[in-house]
């Protein structure tokens, strides 16, 4: 089955700085990657997200790339703030029937005033 | 919209009972699936729910079960409960699309404490 790597484990970054959380996949028929944002004690939150036909997608501070031949995909967020510290998974989906996620196992991001 | 609910949101269990957790999917999704999210990692996929009949399962045991009613609501049963099966049970919801892919919506969770 698919297996989803994730790495920093933790990341401290100072406020204005930016933030890079990397994920590699092993399934190549994997074709959507979601990014979950997990607050302390709360539900996780979809923050962006790409499908396999595009390699770059980006949303006011938050930036996701995919590199299909490497099996890779990461995270940038620029400009951080505090509010910005969370937990963040990735994942990956095989979609048509079913859409079951793969997890990584998150990324604990910590940004200091 | 209320979103995904939940219930209860938090039980105690003792090892070897039995647990029912209850989800109610967003209004207008028809698809439910539950994770299980163990202290510090990241949700685990234990299985999926359309048209009222499982679609997927994870690599849980048979101890864990599930339903689906007419109204999309679902239900997450665990028998047998060992200190393993102490975490956060995630539900999601979403619509499902032959073609593409599913946003999933998370409620807030159940957590689970086996003593």
């Known amino acids: 089955g698919e297996n989803v790597e994730q790495h920093p484990s933790t990341l401290s970054v100072q406020e204005g700085d930016s933030a890079v959380i990397k994920c590699t996949y092993s399934?190549?028929?994997?074709?959507?990657f979601p990014w979950y944002k997990q607050e302390l004690g709360k539900r996780p939150q979809l923050i962006i997200d790409?499908?396999?036909?595009?390699g770059e997608k980006k949303d006011q501070r938050i930036a996701v790339t995919l590199n299909k031949t490497a099996k890779h995909f990461s995270l940038h967020i620029t400009e951080t703030q505090p509010e910005d510290s969370a937990v963040y998974f990735c994942?990956?989906?095989?979609?048509?029937?079913?859409?079951?996620?793969?997890f990584g196992t998150g990324t604990q991001l910590k940004v200091e005033l | 919209d209320a979103g995904v609910t939940q219930s209860p949101t938090h039980l105690i269990k003792t090892r070897g009972q039995q647990v029912t957790l209850r989800c109610s999917p967003k209004?207008?999704?028809?698809?439910v699936s539950w994770y299980q999210q163990a202290l510090g990692q990241g949700p685990q996929f234990i299985f999926q729910?359309?048209?009222?009949?499982?679609?997927q399962r994870g690599n849980f045991p048979d101890r864990f079960s599930g339903h689906q009613f007419p109204n999309y609501s679902s239900e997450l049963n665990v028998n047998a409960l060992l200190l393993g099966d102490s975490a956060l049970y995630l539900c999601?919801?979403?619509?499902?699309?032959?073609?593409?892919?599913?946003?999933?919506?998370f409620g807030a969770g159940s957590r689970l404490t086996v003593l």
């Open positions: 999601a919801s979403s619509i499902d699309r032959r073609s593409g892919a599913n946003v999933l919506t």
């Open positions: 399934d190549s028929a994997s074709n959507y």
């Open positions: 790409i499908r396999s036909n595009v």
């Open positions: 994942a990956a989906v095989i979609t048509g029937g079913g859409n079951k996620l793969t």
């Open positions: 209004s207008g999704h028809d698809t």
């Open positions: 729910y359309y048209e009222e009949e499982e679609r």
